[in-house]
């Protein structure tokens, strides 16, 4: 259901994410867990659509992420991932 592969992302010199792959398939429950900064949060942006990677690809249901509106990421994606886990 999302696939994330080789994603990179960097805020000027800093690099926060580094080849970073993820594979969460329809009713999995995944955690991202690890210490202040470690680049939590950056993904799941990316994976909103308020975050553009500096590299690798994001895949929903099979559709690109960086091909869909940011507005829209963040709209049908919340609403996806609300109705999985309320099913």
Known sequence: MIEINNLSKKFGKLTVLNGVN???KQGECIALIGPNGCGKTTIIKSILGMVIPTQGTIEF???FISKISN???I?????????IQTI
């Open 22 to 24: 993820l594979s969460c």
């Open 61 to 63: 249901k099979g559709e």
């Open 71 to 73: 507005t829209v990421n």
């Open 75 to 83: 709209l049908d994606i919340c609403h996806k991932l609300v109705d």
